[in-house]
């Protein structure tokens, strides 16, 4: 007997000897950094304009649009949403397009949150 207990603490066949614990770490998921997306206010685009672009690229009812149109307005710099970086830059690059189509000077650009 005595070489039964020789060759387990030696061999590594006895109880407890090769048993492993495997443990896996959840990968902890991060939130998107957010961007606002910000109006600019000039004294030459007209506010229908302006209204009428917050209902078209950033989906506001008309009520809120002429609130954040006359937000933008009386203090100069207005936001208009906030989304992930890729969203607001598409939405800002669109805000632009328009402005520009329409020979309107409006300017919209983002910040992070």
């Avoid at 906030?82 to 910040?111: D, F, G, W």
Wanted: aromatic residues 6%; contains cysteine; proline residues 5%.
């Amino acid at each position: 007997m005595a070489e039964d207990n020789d060759q387990d603490q030696e061999g590594g066949t006895g109880p407890g000897q090769g048993v492993g614990v495997v443990s896996k770490t959840a990968p902890k998921t991060k939130r998107p950094s957010l961007y606002k997306v910000l109006l600019l206010n000039d004294d030459y685009t007209p506010q229908e304009f302006v209204v009428w672009l917050l209902q078209a690229v950033f989906k506001k009812d008309p009520e809120e649009a002429v609130r954040i149109m006359l937000h933008v307005h009386q203090s100069g710099v207005g936001v208009c949403g906030v989304y992930t970086y890729e969203i607001a830059e598409t939405k800002v690059a669109q805000v632009m397009e328009l402005s520009r189509r329409n020979q309107h000077p409006l300017q919209c650009t983002m910040e992070r949150e």
